[in-house]
C-alpha cells in the first residue's frame, strides 16, 4: 500500500525522507552543542555561542550533503559552492520564518481554552511548534525549487 502511495506521489517519499534528516540533525546539532559543552564545563556567554555556532554549522553542513545526495537525488559535483550558499540562505530565511512565526503566536495568539495546564511555557512550546512547522514547510519548498530544482 506504501509502495503504491509513493509511486504514485513522489513528494511524499521526499517529504519524509526530508523529515527524517531533519530529525536526525536535530540530534546532531544538541549532540554537538552538549559534548562542546560537557568536554569543556563552559555552557553560558560567548562560549554557549561560540558552541551553538559549532553544532548549527556542523548540522547544516551534514543536512546538505543527506538532502542533496537522498533526498532530492542530486549527485552533480558542478556548482557546489553556488548550492551550498543558495541551501544555508533558504536555511536562514526558515530560521527567520520560524522565530517570527513562533513569536507571533506566542505575543498575539491567545490559547482558546482556558485550562490550567496551559501555562506560559506550554504556550511557548506550541508557538515553537508552529515556527517549525512553518519553517519545515519553508526549507523543503526551497530546496526542492530554488537549491534542488532540476
Same mark, same amino acid.
Given at each position: 500500500?506504501?509502495?503504491?502511495?509513493?509511486?504514485?506521489?513522489?513528494?511524499?517519499?521526499? $517529504?519524509?525522507?526530508?523529515?527524517?534528516?531533519?530529525?536526525?540533525?536535530?540530534?546532531?546539532?544538541?549532540? &554537538?552543542?552538549?559534548?562542546?559543552?560537557?568536554?569543556?564545563?563552559?555552557?553560558?556567554? #560567548? %562560549? %554557549?555561542?561560540?558552541?551553538?555556532?559549532?553544532? $548549527?554549522?556542523?548540522?547544516? *553542513?551534514?543536512?546538505?550533503?543527506?538532502?542533496?545526495?537522498?533526498?532530492?537525488?542530486? &549527485?552533480?559535483?558542478?556548482?557546489?559552492?553556488?548550492?551550498?550558499?543558495?541551501?544555508?540562505? *533558504?536555511? #536562514?530565511? @526558515?530560521?527567520?520564518?520560524?522565530?517570527?512565526?513562533?513569536?507571533?503566536? *506566542?505575543? %498575539? &495568539?491567545?490559547?482558546? *481554552?482556558?485550562?490550567?495546564?496551559?501555562?506560559?511555557?506550554?504556550? @511557548?512550546?506550541? @508557538?515553537?511548534?508552529?515556527?517549525?512547522?512553518?519553517?519545515? &514547510?519553508?526549507?523543503?519548498? @526551497? %530546496?526542492? $525549487?530554488?537549491?534542488?530544482?532540476?
Amino acid at each position: 500500500m506504501y509502495q503504491n502511495i509513493l509511486a504514485r506521489f513522489p513528494v511524499v517519499e521526499q $517529504f519524509a525522507k526530508f523529515v527524517l534528516i531533519g530529525a536526525m540533525n536535530t540530534l546532531v546539532d544538541l549532540g &554537538v552543542l552538549n559534548i562542546l559543552m560537557f568536554s569543556s564545563g563552559l555552557s553560558e556567554g #560567548i %562560549y %554557549y555561542s561560540f558552541f551553538k555556532a559549532v553544532s $548549527f554549522t556542523t548540522a547544516v *553542513v551534514l543536512s546538505y550533503n543527506l538532502n542533496k545526495r537522498w533526498t532530492f537525488n542530486d &549527485v552533480s559535483e558542478e556548482d557546489r559552492a553556488k548550492k551550498f550558499t543558495q541551501f544555508l540562505t *533558504v536555511s #536562514i530565511v @526558515g530560521a527567520i520564518i520560524n522565530i517570527s512565526v513562533a513569536t507571533a503566536v *506566542v505575543t %498575539y &495568539v491567545k490559547p482558546t *481554552v482556558d485550562a490550567a495546564f496551559l501555562t506560559s511555557q506550554l504556550w @511557548g512550546n506550541i @508557538g515553537a511548534l508552529a515556527g517549525t512547522a512553518i519553517g519545515l &514547510v519553508w526549507n523543503f519548498l @526551497g %530546496y526542492k $525549487f530554488i537549491v534542488f530544482k532540476k
